[in-house]
């Protein structure tokens, strides 16, 4: 079992769709939760990130964080065609960072 | 604000050679992070630089060695390079030892044959 498991997708949606994102994992010392967009060929964009448990918003992005049974998301509301990306989960305790696989996003005009 | 920048973009070398890649941090940023990320997957993470020492290793081996300079700038050396060492190598910058609010560079692609 891997540490950090992510549906790898693909997931197309059409416009202005609401999607979801998720992650499971299995160290419950983690304290950290963060979210990355990433487009080709260029690095990770951090989107937010949340301490423990609860959820956090910043404008079309809202992550949620459940340590109790270990399983954070990541919800966009009105999808737009510039979303499209591989969004990366990761977390984080003081001595390491994992990441998930990623999921790839297309979102259609 | 100057972003984090590496050089260099591209990078093909052949098996059993060693490599050095460059990381410049964001201004006001004194931690660098190096991940390599394979296709498909996630970045893994190498290694953590703070204030000049090294602050936190993954699961690479000894071969993968780096350094961070006084104006926190960073390389990331990898000797006797194997075929799966073909990767993108990302260094991320932050402020302090934690690993929550990190910037990535857009990384070098390093082929290896």
């Known amino acids: 079992q891997k540490e950090v498991e992510q549906d790898p997708g693909p997931l197309s949606v059409p416009e202005g769709a609401i999607v979801s994102l998720n992650c499971t994992y299995s160290?419950?010392?983690?304290?950290?939760f963060m979210w990355y967009r990433q487009y080709s060929r260029k690095g990770p964009e951090l989107l937010m990130y949340?301490?423990?448990?609860g959820n956090k918003e910043d404008g079309r992005f809202t992550a949620q964080v459940d340590k109790s049974s270990k399983y954070i998301s990541l919800f966009i509301r009105d999808s737009q065609p510039s979303d499209s990306a591989t969004y990366l989960c990761?977390?984080?305790?003081?001595?390491?960072?994992?990441f998930g696989a990623g999921t790839r996003l297309t979102v259609k005009p | 604000e100057t972003g984090v920048t590496q050089s260099p973009t591209h990078l093909i070398k052949t098996r059993g050679q060693q490599v050095t890649l460059r990381c410049s941090s964001q201004?006001?940023?004194?931690?660098v992070s190096w991940y390599q990320q394979a296709l498909g997957q996630g970045p893994q993470f190498i290694f953590q630089?703070?204030?000049?020492?090294?602050?936190g290793r993954g699961n690479f081996p000894p071969r993968f060695s780096g350094l961070q300079f006084p104006n926190y700038s960073s390389e990331l050396n990898v000797n006797a390079l194997e075929l799966d060492d073909s990767a993108l190598y990302l260094c991320?910058?932050?402020?302090?030892?934690?690993?929550?609010?990190?910037?990535f560079g857009p990384g070098t692609r390093l082929t290896v044959t």
């Open positions: 991320a910058s932050s402020n302090g030892q934690g690993r929550y609010e990190q910037y």
């Open positions: 160290n419950s010392a983690f304290q950290y």
């Open positions: 949340t301490y423990s448990s």
């Open positions: 990761a977390m984080s305790d003081n001595n390491d960072m994992r």
């Open positions: 201004s006001g940023h004194n931690t």
């Open positions: 630089y703070y204030r000049e020492e090294e602050n």
